[in-house]
């Protein structure tokens, strides 16, 4: 069974982004084979008419390069998660120690920082900077591996990613909560008539494929986004961005 969540407690640039990535989802699986092509055709109309509304023209710049940094900032972290496996396999004791006691950490913070939503991941990332810096266990390991240098460019592509976000932020805010509040209204009303449909179909044919692969991904897209509407309410998740426009 596909669950649900509610999109409106998000915020206007991730609802955006949800209903993006459930397309993705729906596509790839084919609406066809689904049977929700005009319910996936509605939505995705919305979503049109929705981007129409709350994105500026000039927009698309400050967009790519934010793909851009986030980029970068991926291939800093992957690089530093390498190299410190790396050094638990090295011939010096004290070295291996160092780098297990790092490889430790990073494994506290789950294996999936980098496909984390844009908010959750410079979140993880400020974390690790901060606990790598302050905690003497921690940051006399990164002294004995050498990993300062990597760990201040970390440091300073996340920060350029949160400054470019909030840039985007301010750009793409521009538009008036009445305004896009009847379109993101529209757009959650197709997102639930697809997903009532999906169950309606999951229900009849057992779940069946390609029912159980599309309930099993959206359930994994839902579960993303409800952990971080959770985490703001409780507070635990650091957000660089505060939508005006929402």
């Not at 266990?137 to 996340?158: G, I, R, T």
Request: hydrophobic share 40%; with cysteine; net charge neutral.
């Amino acid at each position: 069974m596909v669950l649900k969540i509610s999109i409106l407690r998000l915020r206007n640039p991730e609802i955006l982004q949800f209903i993006r990535q459930l397309a993705i989802i729906v596509q790839r699986l084919d609406p066809e084979k689904l049977k929700v092509s005009s319910q996936y055709q509605a939505m995705q109309n919305a979503l049109s008419v929705a981007e129409r509304a709350f994105k500026k023209d000039n927009s698309s710049s400050l967009t790519e390069m934010l793909v851009e940094l986030d980029e970068k900032r991926d291939k800093l972290l992957v690089g530093i998660i390498t190299y410190v496996d790396a050094f638990t396999n090295h011939f010096n004791e004290e070295t291996r120690m160092a780098a297990q006691l790092l490889k430790d950490h990073l494994a506290s913070f789950g294996t999936r920082i980098i496909k984390e939503n844009y908010m959750r991941e410079s979140a993880l990332i400020n974390k690790l900077v901060t606990d790598w810096r302050t905690k003497p266990e921690l940051s006399n390991c990164v002294a004995a591996l050498n990993l300062n240098l990597w760990l201040k460019n970390l440091d300073d592509a996340n920060e350029a990613f949160n400054t470019r976000y909030l840039d985007r932020n301010r750009e793409l805010s521009n538009v008036t909560a009445d305004v896009f509040r009847e379109k993101k209204e529209i757009l959650s009303m197709t997102y639930d008539k697809l997903i009532a449909r999906l169950n309606s179909h999951y229900d009849i044919l057992d779940g069946v494929e390609p029912f159980a692969t599309v309930a099993n991904e959206i359930n994994e897209l839902n579960e993303k986004y409800h952990l971080l509407i959770v985490g703001r309410k409780r507070g635990d998740v650091e957000q660089p961005v505060s939508s005006s426009a929402n």
